[in-house]
C-alpha cells in the first residue's frame, strides 16, 4: 500500500510542473502533434537539437547511440549528429563552461534532457513558436509564453520576426497577440496573413524528439506491447472461440 502511495505521489509530480508552467503566463498553449512513433520526425528534430540547442544546452542523460532506436545507423549518427563527441556511447554533453555560460548569459542554460517531461510539449511546442522582437531585452527578443525569457530566439531566421500587440476591450482586459511583419526561411506572408506551417512543422519535430529524449525507451516500449497484444489476441481467440460454443450450444 505503502508503495502504490509513492508511486502517486511521484505520479502527481511529473504532472503538477507542466500544469503550473502552462499557466504562469496566462497564454493558452497550442496543442503539440507530437508521435513518437513517427521515427522520421524524431530523426529530423535531433538534427535540429544537435543543430540549434547543442552548442548551449546539454542533454546528459542522453546518448547517442539512443539514437538507434529511431532507425539511425551508427555510422549516421557519428557522420551527421556528433559533432563534440568521438564515442558513441558518450552522452549529449556541451563544451561550454558552466561559469562561462552564467557570465556570459546571466545563468547557465539548463540541461534539457527531462525538459518535456517537466514543462510538458504542449509547453514546449508553444514557446519555440512564441518568440517576438523586444528592443528592451539584452538579447533583443522576448517571449509571450515565457515573459523576459533569457534565451535569444535560436531559429529566427527560420521563423523570421514576430512583433508583440496588445488590445484592450471595454472593460480594460488586455489581450497580447504576436503578428510576423518579417517573414524567416520557413514563413511567408500571403494576402496579409503569415503562413508558418513549414516553421510549425519543424518545430513539432524538435518537440517530438525532446519528448522521446526524455523517455527514450517509449518507441520500443510501444512497439514491444503492439506486438504483445497481437500475440495475445491470436492465443486466446481461439479458446474465446470454442468457449463461447460451450455455452452455446444447448441454444443453437
Not at 539514437?67 to 559533432?83: P, R, Y
Not at 510549425?200 to 518537440?207: E, G, I, N, P, S
Request: net charge neutral.
Amino acid at each position: 500500500m505503502k508503495k502504490t502511495f509513492r508511486h502517486l505521489i511521484a505520479a502527481v509530480a511529473l504532472v503538477l510542473p507542466a500544469a503550473g508552467f502552462a499557466a504562469e503566463s496566462g497564454v493558452p498553449l497550442e496543442k503539440a502533434p507530437i508521435d513518437i512513433q513517427d521515427t522520421e520526425s524524431i530523426q529530423r528534430g535531433a538534427q535540429t537539437f544537435v543543430n540549434y540547442c547543442l552548442s548551449c544546452h546539454s542533454a546528459n542523460a542522453m546518448r547517442y547511440n539512443r539514437l538507434m532506436d529511431v532507425a539511425l545507423s551508427e555510422e549516421e549518427i557519428k557522420g551527421n549528429l556528433m559533432f563534440a563527441s568521438e564515442k558513441i556511447g558518450d552522452t549529449m554533453a556541451v563544451a561550454m563552461d558552466k561559469k562561462d555560460a552564467k557570465g556570459w548569459m546571466g545563468a547557465a542554460p539548463p540541461d534539457l534532457s527531462l525538459i518535456a517531461r517537466s514543462r510538458g510539449a504542449d509547453w514546449l511546442y508553444s514557446y519555440m513558436r512564441s518568440f517576438y522582437r523586444d528592443p528592451s531585452r539584452d538579447t533583443g527578443w522576448n517571449n509571450l509564453v515565457f515573459d523576459r525569457v533569457g534565451m535569444p530566439h535560436v531559429l529566427w531566421e527560420w521563423q523570421g520576426e514576430q512583433v508583440l500587440k496588445v488590445a484592450k476591450d471595454a472593460k480594460g482586459h488586455e489581450s497580447k497577440t504576436l503578428e510576423l511583419v518579417t517573414p524567416g526561411t520557413m514563413t511567408k506572408l500571403e494576402n496579409g496573413k503569415a503562413n508558418t506551417a513549414e516553421y510549425d512543422r519543424r518545430v513539432a519535430d524538435l518537440v517530438n524528439y525532446l519528448v522521446f529524449m526524455g523517455e527514450p525507451n517509449q518507441v520500443k516500449r510501444h512497439q514491444i506491447g503492439y506486438v504483445v497484444l497481437m500475440f495475445l489476441f491470436l492465443l486466446l481467440l481461439p479458446f474465446a472461440y470454442f468457449l463461447k460454443k460451450e455455452y452455446w450450444k444447448d441454444i443453437h
